[in-house]
């Protein structure tokens, strides 16, 4: 069984086709979900899918792109949300300085904010990191989430400093990149990274994996980041998907 921890299926690019690329999924092999809904619209068409889908869990929060819309009322919004019992962590949250769709300044106190929220109702957290790890690092240190845990998705970063996050009760998530030939830092990471701290996801619909590379991605093509990361290093994908899936029941809590 495989685990797609990071899937973004609210996304309109579903809309002609959700309930299929769903059942595409399920004869894919993958018998878990959890779909991340980072903005207030994508964080209730979660909900919908979560009720929906007995295989689908949820993630709420405000993605830094969004990081501007953040208010007080947004946190009430996430208390209230969190009460439902398949929404099992908060985000997608963290720094994004490769777009910088929100300044700098507010996706930091923004991240900060969600990290304390996080740890006052006890969730782990989602955390995305583009071209800002120094930044991510320290706030993730200074709010002191690995209190509650959490995920580095799409993992973009270093051998060492994946181990620094590893330290601190985080796991590693690889996705589609890691099937790209010029991909070196997560090919690297894949290798070296002992299986029981990685999770595997799509973050559809983007970033597909070869041979879908350009095309809108899906859960059902998490099969291939377990197919390579396996190939990588040297082991079975029904290893791969094992203990992945192991781990991330065991990071969201899920019984199933
Ligand atoms: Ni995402």
Not at 148 to 177: D, N, Q, R
């Amino acid at each position: 069984m495989l685990f797609d921890t990071h899937a973004h299926l609210d996304d309109r690019k579903y809309e002609g086709d959700r309930d299929e690329t769903i059942k595409r999924a399920k004869d894919a092999g993958v018998g878990l979900i959890v779909n991340v809904g980072c903005n207030p619209e994508a964080a209730e068409r979660t909900i919908e899918l979560t009720r929906k889908y007995s295989f689908i869990y949820g993630a709420v929060g405000m993605h830094p792109h969004d990081a501007k819309d953040f208010d007080e009322g947004f946190c009430e919004k996430i208390k209230k949300w969190v009460k439902e019992e398949k929404i099992v962590a908060l985000g997608e949250m963290g720094l994004d300085y490769h777009y910088d769709h929100s300044p700098r300044d507010v996706q930091k106190k923004v991240f900060r904010r969600q990290i304390a929220l996080a740890r006052e109702l006890k969730l782990p957290i989602i955390i995305h990191d583009r071209e800002a790890h120094q930044d991510v690092l320290d706030i993730v240190r200074e709010e002191k989430a690995g209190e509650v845990g959490g995920v580095f998705h799409c993992y973009s970063g270093s051998w060492p400093m994946a181990k620094e996050i590893m330290e601190m009760g985080f796991f590693i998530a690889l996705g589609g990149t890691v099937t790209f030939n010029n991909a070196v830092k997560p090919i690297d990471v894949a290798g070296k990274i002992p299986l029981e701290n990685l999770l595997i996801e799509t973050d559809c619909p983007y970033l597909a994996p070869v041979p879908f590379r350009g095309k809108r991605n899906e859960p059902a093509y998490v099969a291939k980041v377990a197919e390579r990361i396996a190939e990588i290093k040297g082991v079975s994908v029904e290893e791969v998907a094992a203990q992945t899936t192991a781990n991330g029941k065991k990071l969201f809590g899920i019984k199933e």
